[in-house]
């Protein structure tokens, strides 16, 4: 089975290094849409032997209606630089997402897509000095996201997530997610972004930005998540009685 690993990234040159190291032991190769970094990230990714494409924007919108519209349209765009593979499975990963392929059995011709449950990983007081992949603790709420996929001539990416999967869609395998336990300095950009660059609507909540405008300065968490509610361990991660689905599907 051909695996090739797709991403769309900017500025990641704190975490890529380690997440293409990842991502290498489980995909043939890989390929990369650069949303116009202006540190050394696309370097990094041409130091390793199975990033077969670097692809580029040639321009940086910071307008919040242009910055959702690409988050769909720049996917499409890599999906369809990597299917010159002829892959069997594609796998869409962030620059600081580690997955884990457990129950996941890519022989089963009845699946057409894994939906992979993702955890956030903190800062906390115990590991603040750390190097972000020693992080101890993650929050309770998982989303379930379609990562692993067969390509198909149906395939869209409208936004975050593909569409047009062919075939059946199941449950396997988890992603630590690293979003917002890299350093601090990576929380405040973070913070920064979607205050500045996402003001959509989600069903049941606030605007992105004005829940992350109420973040800043809150990079270290004590014992509970952005959600208030008490911090778990990876080890926790299939204890049905403590996680808790985060039905909102929050970005980051």
């Not at 990641?12 to 990230?41: A, M, P, Q, R």
């Not at 692993?148 to 395939?155: D, H, Q, V």
């Not at 690293?178 to 920064?192: A, L």
């Not at 809150?218 to 049905?240: F, G, V």
């Amino acid at each position: 089975m051909r695996v090739v690993g797709i991403t769309r990234i900017r500025n990641e040159s704190g975490v890529i290094e380690h997440t293409l190291e990842h991502v290498s032991k489980f995909v043939d190769s890989i390929y990369v849409y650069d949303d116009c970094s202006t540190d050394n990230t696309i370097d990094i990714c041409k130091s390793f032997a199975k990033v077969k494409g670097i692809f580029k924007s040639k321009s940086w919108s910071s307008i919040p209606t242009d910055r959702m519209r690409l988050e769909g349209t720049q996917r499409q765009y890599i999906y369809e630089k990597c299917l010159v593979e002829k892959p069997d499975w594609v796998y869409y990963f962030d620059a600081d997402e580690f997955a884990f392929l457990d129950g996941v059995d890519l022989s089963d011709s009845s699946i057409g897509g894994y939906r992979m449950r993702l955890f956030d990983f903190y800062i906390t007081e115990q590991d603040k000095n750390d190097h972000f992949l020693s992080r101890k603790y993650m929050g309770p709420e998982f989303r379930d996201i379609l990562t692993l996929f067969r390509p198909s001539i149906g395939i869209k990416f409208p936004t975050r997530l593909p569409g047009g999967v062919i075939g059946g869609i199941k449950n396997a395998g988890f992603i630590k997610h690293y979003g917002k336990s890299i350093s601090v300095e990576n929380w405040e950009n973070k913070c920064n972004y979607y205050i500045n660059h996402l003001f959509e609507n989600q069903p049941g909540n606030s605007t992105i930005s004005e829940k992350w405008r109420k973040r800043k300065g809150k990079a270290i968490h004590i014992d509970m998540s952005d959600y208030n509610r008490k911090l778990i361990t990876w080890h926790d991660r299939k204890n049905e009685s403590i996680i808790v689905s985060n039905s909102a599907g929050e970005a980051e």
